[in-house]
DNA sequence: CTGTTAGCGCTTTCAT
DNA sequence: ATGAAAGCGCTAACAG
């Protein structure tokens, strides 16, 4: 046994084992194709050598990486956090690692960080974009032949795996509406920097339409003070419900709120959208419609490694909705008719 | 020009640039080693064919990888994410790209994780462990020679970046007990499981001790739900003040204060530990010891590119005590004699 | 300044 | 069932 090389290989292996390196190979490639004793003594020779395949040649000779790379705007968002957990935890089951890369939501970084993954020979990408329709790094990828879905978009050009956003800001419009709120507004971060952030103020649209009630929408930077919504709210015929286009947003607001001296719910009701795991710890609890996004991650997961392994490409029929659902916390008054039974806390 | 080829090679450019493919790789590498002429012509035949250096083959080649792997307990800690974004954001601009893994504060998961970094060759390691005294992992990795450093943890044999915690919840102590509080109670997960709670822990009794104080512990799972603090303040002598070792903690405490119908920071304070983002969007603002946590993940890559750079190992020498401060929220009442000028919001 | 060439460690035909 | 040998794409001597 010797111990002085820095990574033990094949070769060390095998003279150890008395094989040939093929032999070797094969004990970890394909078990079933070597002798029973042959393979007993490879392996007690790598455990002893403290051997480990280096997966680099493994890569360089197999052209497969097992590597997914992962492009997300920030992990200082929760949403993002939470849903690069679940893809963390699946890769591994799967054997997989991942390569994360943030891009700050800016489109420059997005390109640089697929050239870098694409080099880095990511055998498939998991993307949250800021616009599918136009994003060059997704036809580089296309091109490539490199398999990928995006998380959180949506697209009908692009494999995703997503929720009905549109449907359930739709819906919570219809609920707030039935017990009794009439000036619901939305506070969304700029509706040009994030399809989703589109998607969540079409839903809101049209829901109020469908109500019969006037959309009126504060779009505020993504790093925007309380104060921004805080002015905004201070008059007489203020929202009684402010539907957030995020968890972090709907924070703001409640601090907005409780500055200009307005009780939640009591005198405004606040709704937030991601459901993000940190909300149900808030006193009062986050109502919020709640996506799975450690699922959305698994989920996402799944598609690539389905697709890898049948070597196939992805398209938008590959990809997956998910169930939303809301989570019915105390920041939010059901005026007269609650849906759910009681609010938590 | 060819495009039905998946990826161009060296070979590919040199064809099309009419030279060896040691003059690609030079172009590459050492630029000031070619010509004017040459280089140009490299640089366009491979805009060309859109190569890019196949990292798998360099790595085999060099040795070296440019990855760094990242051990940490979950991304659903915030504290977590966000120092990991600080990693993700200083790897990337040191041309260095990472490989997380999550433990789940899993001591056979902290291993394996350690193992697959490893194969993955992995130039350094950055990681938060449950025990460096303990761990098997380091002892791997400081035979194979490999640097790294651990986040958050603290002890004598290993390179560690963290903050004085002790002192920090020493201090914190001594101010609430000048501002009078006299039943100062700490909240914290188990103490077995986690280095850093054991420090802030010390530094809780060291503080008390030297208030004069009697400490009184309330040991938690990980997972504990809010009824669990709220059945143990709910009693006449119940402490005035919490602290909680870490934020997500200090959040269940605020809930169980406020189920218990007490309110913060009226009946009773709370102060947090740890400094996440989040805590200054709520309502009140999360009083709490603050970690610079993306500063901290920023210093843990420089440690290790540093020592990558040089060829050097690493030692608990190259440790770094980066300053923490207090955040002055609304959740805590500085009873008689505020330290600072006035609590946020 | 440039080209030739030998591997890095591994997997995989192709023989045996 | 096993071994010999080729070669994945790249870099770094070494020669010129």
Redo the contacts with the bound molecule.
């Keep these: 046994m010797q111990c002085n090389r820095l ?1 033990a ?3 060390d292996v095998a003279r150890e084992a008395q ?5 070797v ?2 004990v ?2 394909h078990p079933d ?3 029973q ?2 393979r007993r003594r490879v392996e007690t020779a790598a455990r002893t050598l403290g051997y480990f ?2 997966a680099s ?2 890569t ?3 052209q497969r990486s097992r590597v997914l790379g992962i492009v997300l705007p920030t992990l200082l968002n929760p949403v993002f956090a939470e849903c690069l957990q679940g893809i963390a935890r699946s890769a591994t089951a799967a054997g997989y690692s991942i390569v994360p890369l943030t891009t700050e939501y800016d489109l420059a970084q997005e390109e640089r960080a697929v050239n870098v993954l694409m080099a880095g020979s990511a055998d498939a990408m998991i993307l949250v974009v800021s616009n599918p329709a136009s994003s060059v790094a997704l036809q580089r990828l296309d091109a490539a032949g490199t398999p990928y879905v995006l998380a959180y978009n949506r697209h009908e050009g692009h494999p995703c795996v997503s929720v009905d956003s549109v449907a359930a800001v739709t819906e919570l419009v219809g609920r707030l509406a039935r017990s009794g709120h009439a000036r619901i507004a939305m506070v969304s971060g700029q509706l040009a920097a994030s399809d989703r952030a589109q998607q969540r103020h079409r839903g809101y649209v049209a829901g109020m339409e469908a109500a019969g009630l006037q959309p009126q929408l504060l779009e505020i930077p993504f790093d925007a003070p309380a104060g921004h919504i805080q002015a905004w709210i201070a008059r007489a015929d203020r929202p009684t419900a402010l539907i957030c286009s995020n968890d972090l947003i709907a924070l703001r607001a409640i601090q907005a709120c409780s500055r200009e001296g307005l009780a939640v719910p009591r005198d405004i009701s606040i709704v937030g959208f991601d459901g993000i795991e940190l909300g149900k710890d808030l006193t009062p609890v986050l109502t919020t419609v709640v996506q799975p996004n450690e699922e959305i991650g698994r989920a996402a997961v799944e598609i690539v490694t389905a697709a890898l392994a049948a070597g196939r490409k992805l398209s938008h029929a590959d990809s997956r909705w998910l169930a939303w659902s809301f989570r019915d916390g105390g920041s939010c008054a059901w005026a007269g008719n609650p849906t759910t039974g009681r609010s938590a806390v």
């Design positions: 990574q290989t094949v070769q094989v040939s390196v093929a032999t190979s094969r970890f490639n194709r070597v002798a004793d042959a395949p280096n040649a493994r360089l000779r197999t």
